[in-house]
């Protein structure tokens, strides 16, 4: 089965930096994503990563290191419009993508 | 980018009635389409996978004869919720794939069945 785990939410305060872990156990794995989702919408796509490493995308960067099944998010500078759901996805053996349970970050002043 | 559609955004249903949601790729050939279900406060659960021509694939606990899936064309997926339940109301989403070289999947806006 696949088993990936988010905290389920997280607070952080506007221009701070935040780090959003992410935990997999799968069958098989064939790449490592981060999509942000706002409430009612579909998710967009942040981050992909395939080898171990940090992949950075202006304020955000996405790291994995596939020997611990690990993954995490961070994002710098924080604005009020980060406030969304974070959801950590891996893309399995047979190219299905499996989601985490997503975690709701909200930015306060 | 790539662009996915889905119709209608917003559908309310009776029980015991069907209700069709389409998925399109607009300026892409989408080979594969999967499906989504996901209810409030929770995180997307995959439903089914489907490539063009062939009958689709279901996760376990999915029923097959519930939801129809068809992917007709390289742009063209529907699901088809049966004997809609109450229980069925949720937000369904569907992504697409076939960009060569690119690993991503395109989700579409989203639609919000309501089963009265």
């Known amino acids: 089965g696949q088993n990936i785990d988010q905290p389920t939410e997280m607070t952080a305060t506007e221009g701070a930096i935040v780090q959003i872990n992410c935990t997999y156990q799968?069958?098989?794995?064939?790449?490592l994503f981060w999509y942000q989702q706002h409430a009612g919408e579909a998710p967009t796509f942040l981050s992909y990563?395939?080898?171990?490493g940090l992949e950075e995308k202006g304020r955000f960067s996405s790291f994995l290191s596939r020997s611990k099944g690990y993954s995490y998010l961070l994002l710098k500078e924080l604005q009020m419009k980060d406030s969304a759901s974070y959801l950590c996805a891996v893309k399995g053996g047979a190219n299905n993508l499996f989601f985490g349970t997503g975690t709701r970050l909200t930015v306060i002043p | 980018g790539a662009v996915v559609s889905q119709h209608p955004s917003r559908v309310i249903c009776k029980s015991g009635t069907s209700v069709k949601i389409e998925c399109r790729s607009l300026?892409?050939?989408?080979?594969?389409m999967f499906w989504y279900r996901q209810f409030p406060k929770q995180s997307l659960m995959l439903m089914a996978t489907?490539?063009?021509?062939?009958?689709?694939?279901?996760e376990q606990g999915v029923e097959k004869d519930k939801f129809l899936i068809n992917h007709a064309s390289l742009t063209l997926s529907t699901l088809t919720v049966t004997s809609a339940h109450p229980e069925d109301s949720s937000f369904y989403i569907c992504?697409?794939?076939?960009?060569?070289?690119?690993?991503?999947?395109?989700f579409g806006p989203g639609t919000r069945l309501t089963v009265t």
């Open positions: 799968t069958s098989g794995f064939n790449g």
């Open positions: 489907s490539n063009e021509g062939s009958k689709a694939t279901y």
């Open positions: 300026d892409f050939q989408a080979t594969t």
């Open positions: 992504s697409a794939t076939g960009l060569a070289g690119v690993q991503e999947q395109y």
């Open positions: 990563n395939v080898l171990d």
